[in-house]
């Protein structure tokens, strides 16, 4: 197996885990975007009865993480997409119960002066909206939680990074915050101050 770094082998060519680049997934990518991290989310957790858990399913980097996760985000943005200030989800983990989804709802920072109530009425939109949908019957929902986002402190911890990057190239990523956007960089990230280039040898 040519495939480093978690990377996953089809006989042909290596499928790469996220912000993972490279023939052999031998790179970390020169940038995560992790602009999700800014705004408001509500913490989900589905069971998906009609499906059993795998041991690979454990594992972030398996083709049956990969394909389950983005076969359940595809259903929750079809479910979702009519919730107030939806803008996508992200899967945290897998566990046993048939298959037990801890998820992250991801939203628009809610208007009006009381973002907490905004967020306990997205809290119920999205519950209303996926036990009333026709598919898939097969999956109950509960909210567990919500949040506004990071504090401003949060921004400039290079422990904001590691969870996001590739375990092997964690401790070189840092934050680095735009007008509109946070992203994990190192110090070969193009378009970034103080960046070296790295492709000169």
């Known amino acids: 197996d040519p ?23 031998q790179f970390g990518a020169s940038t995560i975007n992790i602009t999700a991290e ?61 298959v037990m989804v801890n998820y992250k709802v991801l939203l628009h920072p809610p208007a009006g002066d009381k973002p907490t109530t905004n967020l306990s009425l997205r809290a119920r939109e999205l519950l209303e909206a996926a036990n009333a949908a026709a598919q898939p019957r097969n999956c109950n929902h509960s909210a567990v939680g919500w949040g506004q986002g990071l504090p401003d402190q949060r921004f400039s911890s290079p422990e904001l990074c590691r969870k996001y990057a590739p375990a092997n190239f964690s401790r070189y990523y840092y934050p680095y915050r735009t007008q509109n956007s946070l992203l994990c960089v190192t110090n070969c990230s193009l378009n970034v101050p103080g960046s070296i280039n790295c492709n000169s040898g």
């Open 3 to 25: 495939c480093q770094n978690g990377g996953h082998w089809t006989g042909t060519v290596c499928l790469c885990p996220p912000n993972v680049d490279g023939v052999r997934c």
């Open 38 to 98: 800014l705004g408001p989310s509500i913490l989900m957790l589905a069971r998906v009865t009609n499906r059993n858990f795998s041991e690979d399913m454990g594992d972030t980097s398996s083709p049956t993480y990969r394909s389950f996760v983005d076969e359940f985000s595809r259903t929750m943005d079809r479910i979702y997409h009519n919730v107030s200030g939806y803008r996508g989800t992200r899967v945290l983990t897998l566990t046993r119960g048939s």
